[in-house]
């Protein structure tokens, strides 16, 4: 088996136009009463700087701790969850928004990066097709919670 040696890190990036004026789609990720409509089942709190939260998906009995490094109402949410995520707004018109999602500062063995990264994409472009659905057509999309077997 041939070991994969990385010169940088992978950088994780995905996108997507949400069809709603941008302060609803920013909302939709800092506010918790939205997010756990289409995300994690559970949060501590919203998104706001310095704040620390935790999110909960409560059907995997999974949780995670959450640092907001910064928060730019309508543009851009960067945070510590543990790599960097960082998330930014684009408004397109006044009932269109590009949203982009970029996770980055991925550490270990180059195998386990590789995956970490492919996995990241995975799900933030789960999540983004989610919060599509939901903000545009109101239909939850159970995709998050169902991307495992029921345990």
Request: hydrophobic share 45%; with cysteine; proline share 4%.
């Amino acid at each position: 088996m041939t070991m994969l040696n990385l010169k940088e890190a992978p950088v994780v990036r995905t996108s997507m136009l949400i069809r709603r004026p941008v302060e609803e789609v920013f909302q939709a990720i800092v506010d918790p009463e939205v997010t756990t409509k289409f995300w994690f089942t559970k949060s501590s709190g919203r998104l706001d700087n310095g704040k620390h939260v935790t999110w909960e998906w409560e059907m995997y009995g999974v949780a995670g701790d959450v640092e907001v490094l910064d928060v730019e109402d309508n543009q851009r949410i960067v945070l510590a969850w543990p790599t960097k995520v960082e998330w930014n707004f684009q408004q397109i018109s006044e009932q269109e928004t590009f949203v982009t999602v970029i996770n980055s500062g991925f550490e270990g063995e180059g195998d386990d990066i590789v995956q970490e990264a492919i996995d990241s994409m995975g799900g933030f472009t789960m999540v983004l097709c989610a919060m599509k659905a939901l903000l545009e057509h109101g239909i939850i999309l159970t995709v998050v919670a169902d991307k495992a077997p029921p345990k």
